[in-house]
C-alpha cells in the first residue's frame, strides 16, 4: 500500500537557521506530493504540492522537489522564523485515489527567537 | 468568502453514545472528505462524498457514516463510540477532481 514517512520532532531552530524535513513516500503509479502545515489549533493549510517528477514545489520561501528516483520529497526553507513553528506533514495522492490523501505522522518544527 | 466550516468546535461525549459532526464546504465546491486526526499522528482519511453518495471510504467500521446534502454540506456520524474515537475530525473540500484539498479547523471529539 501506499506510505509516507517522515523525520520525527521535534525540530528545534532558532531564528533565521535552515531548515530541512524529510519525506519519503512508497506509492503505486506516479503520486502527486503536498506539504501541509498547521498551526496549534488550527486545521491543515496546503503549502506548496508537486505533480510529476523534477517538479519543485514553492511558497512562502519553502521548497520542495518530487525526487522520484529517490522517492522523495524533502522540505527546505532557507531562514526560518518564530512564525514557522507549526507541525508540517507530508501527503500523497495517487491518481486512482483521487480526493484521498495519504498522510506522514507530521514533524513539529519550533523555532526560538 | 468563507472557508471549510465545521461545527461544534468542541465536542464530550460518554462511551456507547452517538455523534454528529456537521461541515459547510467552501463556495463553489461540490466534494466533500472526512478525517480523522488523533493525538500526535497524521490525518487518515474516513471517506468522501459527492454527488450525495459516498465514493471513497478508508479503513474505518460501519460505525462511521455520512451524508451529503444537495446544497454540498455533509455529515459525519459515529455511533456506539469508543475511547479510541477521540480525536479531531477535519473536514475538506474541493472542486471535482481537482485539486487541492481545502480544510477547515475541525471538530474535536473527547471520549469519556
Same mark, same amino acid.
Given at each position: 500500500g501506499n506510505s509516507v514517512t517522515q523525520m520525527e520532532g521535534p525540530v528545534t531552530l532558532s531564528e533565521e537557521a535552515f531548515l530541512t524535513i524529510n519525506c519519503t513516500y512508497t506509492a503505486t503509479g506516479y503520486p502527486s506530493l503536498f506539504w501541509y502545515v498547521q498551526y496549534p489549533g488550527e486545521g491543515l493549510q496546503l503549502l506548496l504540492k508537486a505533480t510529476k517528477a523534477d517538479d519543485k514545489g514553492s511558497n512562502k520561501g519553502f521548497e520542495a522537489t518530487y525526487r522520484k528516483e529517490t522517492t522523495s520529497f524533502h522540505l527546505e526553507k532557507g531562514s526560518v522564523q518564530v512564525s514557522d513553528s507549526a507541525v508540517y506533514f507530508c501527503a500523497l495522492m495517487t491518481t486512482d485515489s483521487w480526493g484521498k490523501l495519504q498522510f506522514g505522522a507530521g514533524t513539529q518544527v519550533v523555532v526560538t527567537p | 468568502d468563507a472557508g471549510v466550516t465545521q461545527s461544534p468546535t468542541h465536542l464530550i461525549k460518554t462511551r456507547g453514545q452517538q455523534v454528529t459532526l456537521r461541515c459547510s464546504p467552501k463556495s463553489g465546491h461540490d466534494t466533500v472528505s472526512w478525517y480523522q486526526q488523533a493525538l500526535g499522528q497524521g490525518p487518515q482519511f474516513i471517506f468522501q462524498y459527492y454527488e450525495e453518495e459516498e465514493r471513497q471510504r478508508g479503513n474505518? +467500521? =460501519?460505525r462511521f457514516s455520512g451524508h451529503q446534502y444537495p446544497n454540498y454540506s455533509s455529515e459525519l456520524n459515529v455511533n !456506539? *463510540? *469508543? *475511547?479510541? =474515537? @477521540?480525536a479531531l475530525y477535519l473536514c475538506a473540500s474541493t472542486p471535482r477532481? !481537482? @485539486? +487541492?484539498l481545502h480544510f477547515g479547523n475541525g471538530t474535536r471529539l473527547t471520549v469519556t
Open positions: - | 474505518f +467500521p =460501519d !456506539a *463510540l *469508543l *475511547l479510541g =474515537d @477521540s477532481r !481537482a @485539486s +487541492p
